[in-house]
């Protein structure tokens, strides 16, 4: 809400001086940025263990083991963490809603370019719509805002 006692009545006659209005959200922010660059570099090192665990899993499953797909791994999970860091500093606060909206983007984004397959649904059934991508960003979201649920974030 606008608070209309904080906006002074400009001045008039011989003397007049420049004054500088007050934005009704300049002292109400609660924006933090101070808290991106911790909150961009602090999941690196968890991304890149998560990732070699991911890589090992594919790898029992007889996929071979290769630094593309460590990769893979490693950037995604970081871009997730990078994506929940500005919606946490323009909110103030962090939300598991934050991390089903980054999950569901890179999900759907995943799946229409056809780097992600959708867990928990069967392909029959995926294929069978026109877009498959909203299913998958869907899935994606779900499990990022439960995950983040589970882990404590409110919502």
Known sequence: LIEWSNF???????????????TPLANESNMKTN?????????????????????????????????RTYGFYAVSLWTYHALVCPMEAIHG???ALHNAASGGMLGYIGVSRGMLGVPFINPHLLYGYRNPAIIGGAVYGAMGGVFAALGGKPI
């Open 35 to 67: 808290h991106l660059v911790p909150c961009v570099l602090n999941p690196i090192p968890s991304c890149a263990v998560m990732a070699g665990i991911f890589t090992g899993i594919d790898a029992m499953q007889g996929a071979p083991l290769s630094i």
């Open 8 to 22: 002074q009545p400009l001045p008039t006659g011989p003397t007049v001086q420049p004054v500088y209005l007050e």
């Open 93 to 95: 606060r962090q939300s």
